[in-house]
């Protein structure tokens, strides 16, 4: 089922709202609280997830959400379809006040998603994609605020290939393994030069998206949340996110939340 319009401008909408709530609290003193996991928390994370859930609620489609209470898989697993949202993934990024932080929103269905929303409040850059239609978009706004037309400002975005000469990696900023090393050294044996492109949040998957690096591989941990939106968009531009140990594509809305390791390229 192709989503419609209407979902994805209530997405892109929602995701906009809450960044610009991200923003007031980024402008002021950053107060950090640590959730059960030990994992931060901030105001800007509680505002964005009320704006976000307010305006998906509105859908009728159930939401998965970093800042919920997760239902039982007997209750989730019945769900045609249901959001997947990080209201604001890159909380540590957030914290060290580098701007690399984004609002993400993806809809599942059949475990994959179809439709995927990124917000970069920093910046105000919008990437957003419909992944039946197979095409990914790319905005650079002047405010946080939505407008008629703004889908058709926008411009469509396309990866690269790998060069002979070279080879684009994206990692994160901020949680290195190394598994990931290794795997970047077994790129040198086939590659003349390896680039290392350091980037938090779910940036990553929009740097693949828009042809600015070749690789993203997620040798440590990942949530649902943090990887949805950013598949979305990969997927949109023909763009796998492989398990590592499987030949297929990451999966949502399983019992456990928490991601394989995988590669994107």
């Known amino acids: 089922m192709m989503p419609d319009s209407n979902v994805l401008l209530t997405a892109i909408r929602a995701?906009?709202?809450?960044?610009?709530?991200?923003?007031?609290?980024?402008?002021?003193?950053?107060?950090?609280?640590?959730?059960?996991?030990a994992s931060p928390l901030?105001?800007?994370?509680?505002?964005?997830?009320?704006i976000i859930t307010t305006f998906l609620e509105s859908t009728?489609?159930?939401?998965?959400?970093?800042?919920?209470?997760?239902?039982?898989?007997?209750?989730?697993?019945?769900?045609?379809?249901?959001?997947?949202?990080?209201?604001?993934?890159?909380t540590k990024e957030f914290i060290k006040r580098n701007g690399e932080f984004t609002?993400?929103?993806?809809?599942?269905?059949?475990?994959?998603?179809?439709?995927?929303?990124?917000?970069?409040?920093?910046?105000?850059?919008l990437y957003f994609?419909?992944?039946?239609?197979?095409?990914?978009?790319?905005?650079?706004?002047?405010s946080h605020a939505y407008y008629e037309g703004l889908l058709a400002d926008a411009t469509p975005i396309h990866p690269q290939p790998i060069e002979a000469k070279g080879v684009k990696v994206v990692g994160s900023r901020s949680h290195a393994s190394a598994a990931t090393d290794a795997f970047i050294a077994s790129l040198e044996t086939t590659h003349k030069t390896i680039t290392m492109v350091a980037k938090g949040s779910s940036?990553?998957?929009?740097?693949?998206?828009?042809?600015?690096?070749?690789?993203?591989?997620?040798?440590?941990?990942t949530m649902e949340w943090d990887t949805a939106a950013g598949h979305a968009i990969c997927n949109a531009v023909g763009i796998?996110?492989?398990?590592?140990?499987?030949?297929n594509e990451l999966q949502y809305n399983?019992?456990?939340?928490l991601n394989p390791y995988f590669i994107a390229q």
């Open 60 to 90: 009728g489609i159930p939401i998965i959400s970093e800042e919920h209470k997760l239902l039982d898989y007997n209750t989730r697993k019945t769900w045609p379809r249901c959001w997947m949202v990080d209201p604001l993934d890159g």
């Open 15 to 37: 995701a906009l709202a809450a960044g610009s709530a991200i923003m007031e609290v980024y402008s002021n003193p950053i107060a950090v609280t640590l959730k059960a996991d």
């Open 254 to 257: 399983k019992a456990d939340l």
């Open 240 to 247: 796998r996110v492989q398990q590592v140990d499987s030949p």
């Open 203 to 221: 940036l990553k998957f929009c740097l693949l998206a828009e042809g600015l690096a070749h690789v993203y591989p997620r040798f440590a941990p």
């Open 103 to 125: 609002v993400n929103i993806a809809l599942i269905e059949a475990q994959q998603p179809v439709l995927g929303v990124i917000y970069v409040p920093d910046s105000k850059t």
């Open 42 to 50: 901030t105001l800007a994370d509680e505002k964005a997830n009320t």
């Open 129 to 142: 994609a419909n992944v039946p239609s197979g095409a990914a978009y790319k905005i650079v706004l002047e």
